[in-house]
């Protein structure tokens, strides 16, 4: 198993200019979350799935969509990118919804603009 | 928010003394989780305490959850510098929604 991916690893992108990351996971897990991390700010939820073809905010989700069109897939897009988007973007999944449920996190996507 | 906060925000000791980490957040859980995130990855699931446990072991981790206080400990016992990282607490309400804090930076010196 891979277990979580993020594609692509690094990015620069000028402001105003969109993107999409990719997160695919082969655990066939209910629940996929969108994080960023800043320093001295720990990781924010930006938004996450509870299954294929949901979608929910999380806490910071201005600036950013997301879709789950397929059940190992999770799209966070930016439509028009600002410096305050530059951080380390991270996906995660986990079985169910449960509290218990362990979270397995991707490598991250290190993205910065300028 | 249910933030966990850690504390202290860097802790550097030698290889074979013991780290001690602190975390506490503001609302009733669910449970507790522990992560660990080693530079330039993802964050790795350590441990789960429930909110009817008091302590919790694996391998040399323990937890301790103290819900009238609203804090949680972690201690690693003879440190190894392959532990240096930071670490993350992330209380858990009623669904799988953690909400993590700053981290703690570990730092173990050979």
């Known amino acids: 198993n891979a277990g979580v991916t993020q594609t692509p690893k690094f990015r620069v992108l000028k402001t105003g200019q969109s993107m999409t990351l990719l997160c695919a996971q082969d655990?066939?897990?209910?629940?996929m979350y969108w994080y960023r991390q800043d320093p001295g700010m720990g990781l924010r939820l930006i938004h996450y799935s509870v299954g294929e073809g949901t979608t929910a905010k999380g806490e910071v989700p201005d600036g950013y969509n997301v879709s789950r069109l397929k059940k190992q897939n999770f799209l966070l897009g930016l439509e028009s990118a600002a410096p305050s988007q530059t951080s380390v973007y991270f996906c995660?999944?986990?079985?169910?919804?449960?509290?218990?449920?362990?979270?397995?996190f991707g490598p991250g996507t290190r993205l910065t603009v300028l | 928010s249910q933030q966990g906060e850690e504390d202290p925000q860097a802790l550097s000791i030698q290889e074979g003394e013991n780290a001690t980490m602190n975390c506490s957040y503001k609302?009733?859980?669910?449970?507790l989780q522990w992560y660990r995130q080693n530079s330039g990855r993802g964050l790795v699931h350590l441990i789960l305490i429930r909110s009817n446990e008091r302590e919790k072991h694996s391998g040399r981790l323990r937890v301790t959850l103290d819900t009238s206080k609203k804090s949680s400990s972690l201690l690693i016992t003879a440190s190894r510098a392959a532990d240096t990282a930071s670490y993350f607490c992330a209380p858990a309400e009623a669904w799988g929604k953690l909400t993590f804090g700053q981290g703690t930076i570990l730092t173990v010196h050979p």
């Open positions: 995660a999944s986990s079985p169910q919804g449960d509290s218990t449920d362990t979270q397995y």
């Open positions: 609302t009733s859980i669910n449970n």
């Open positions: 655990m066939n897990h209910e629940y």
